[in-house]
């Protein structure tokens, strides 16, 4: 059951998932930046990120690297062995975070035109709400695009409410409420385990949770977006980046971010700016085809021994100067953190410190074929914030990749 714990209508609530992740309040509230939030008067309450879902070539094989190289551990599957015939879905889990994983089977899956559009991406950004009508019936008020209407769906452990808003490009949001509901994921689903071997010392998870996920939209979009959050979803916006703070000599962005009550989940939205050069959104949008969820951050307590973990899994991440480290500016900037900046430097971990605290954060490299999705890892002390005292040097490494493709 995904139920909450303690007062169901504030951030001081433990969702079943989180309890089962072994997670803490203190932790969550390390680990993403949750605070205390009283949803009795909001009219579309949302409790946390449900599932990110995407849609990959081969999810068989996806499924299989997201175990090896990120740790992650197979919760449920769907296929043509239990009745889904057109497509193969893996559910995988780390800490709180769960990926669901969707690839096509039959020449006529819808599946294989969306993949042969957007390359692996990510098609739903699911969302566990307490009272799916409730949100629905605002969401409808205040003219947004409702794709399904809610509906049940049952087995033998018992009821899932589902419905589904849209968002930018073709990506939804599927609330769902399982409350009533214990099996392995959703209904049609059966229970399945990890079988991949682990090197001797791998931790139990290599992330605890996801952060926050990045939309990339078209230009003179961005606002737009931002409004449909703060209008149809009771968003609040919790940053802006725009000018100097984001840009280098030859691309720029701008970027806002919309969070929920609680902040479990966090919605940076970026649109590309007028530079000499094509900017990262500007890539992302042409190799997607489209607007789509750019990057993903997850949420670790232990971000050198994630990342040294990944880089042995195989996982390849952005290269950071040895002048970033060597700033004297930036080293008082940030003043004391946790591990030597020298161990910061090895690795090419970005450090940033706010008002509220610092963080640790470094960015892969994009995972498939297409520079489009790639990941975050982050490890907050404190900091609410998203990095924004690395953004330039974060963009010059992301250009020095796009020069090497030829889309710079």
């Known amino acids: 059951m995904t139920t909450t714990h303690d007062t169901p209508t504030t951030g001081g609530a433990l969702t079943e998932d989180e309890l089962k ?34 849609v990959v070539g081969n999810a068989t094989q996806t499924a299989t690297f997201y175990q090896l190289a990120f740790g992650m551990e ?80 049952s087995d033998e452990h018992g009821v899932v409410r589902m419905a589904a808003i849209a968002t930018y490009g073709e990506t939804r949001h599927t609330l769902v409420d399982r409350s009533r509901y214990d099996g392995p994921y959703l209904p049609g689903f059966e229970a399945r385990s990890t079988v991949v071997e682990r090197r001797e010392g791998h931790p139990k998870r290599l992330f605890q949770a996801v952060d926050h996920c990045v939309g990339n939209v078209e230009l003179g979009r961005m606002d737009e977006w931002v409004t449909f959050y703060n209008k149809v979803m009771g968003f609040t916006n919790m940053a802006e ?65 994630s990342v040294d973990i990944l880089r042995a899994n195989g996982i390849a991440f952005l290269d950071t100067p040895d002048s970033y480290y060597d700033d004297p500016a930036l080293r008082e900037r940030i003043g004391e953190v946790r591990v030597p900046i020298e161990e910061l430097k090895q690795r090419g971990i970005l450090v940033d410190r706010d008002e509220d605290g610092y963080l640790l954060q470094i960015f892969t490299k994009p995972v498939g074929d297409r520079p489009t999705v790639f990941y975050e890892l982050i490890e907050r002390h404190g900091s609410l914030g998203f990095g924004k005292g690395n953004f330039k040097a974060l963009f010059q490494a992301i250009e020095r990749e796009q020069e090497l493709r030829g889309n710079l």
Do not use: W
């Open 241 to 305: 980046f725009i000018g100097d703070d984001i840009a280098t000599d030859y691309s720029a962005l701008m970027s806002k971010v919309v969070a929920s009550g609680n902040h479990r989940v966090k919605f940076p939205l970026n649109e590309p700016a007028i530079a000499k050069k094509k900017s990262q959104i500007d890539e992302y949008l042409e190799f997607y085809d489209g607007a789509g969820c750019q990057h993903i951050a997850l949420a670790t307590n232990d971000i050198l021994r």
């Open 21 to 54: 992740a072994d997670l803490t309040l203190d932790q969550l509230r390390q680990l993403v930046g949750l605070v205390e939030y009283d949803a009795s008067s909001d009219p579309f309450p949302v409790t946390a990120m449900d599932a990110i879902c995407f």
């Open 74 to 153: 197979l919760e449920a599957y769907r296929g043509p062995e239990n009745g889904l015939r057109d497509a193969k879905v893996f559910v995988l889990r780390s800490g709180s975070a769960r990926f669901v994983f969707a690839g096509g089977v039959t020449p006529d899956s819808p599946l294989l035109e969306h993949h042969r559009k957007h390359g692996d991406g990510v098609v739903d950004l699911a969302l566990e709400v307490p009272d799916v009508d409730r949100c629905i019936d605002h969401a409808r008020s205040v003219g947004a695009t409702i794709l399904d209407e809610p509906y049940e769906i």
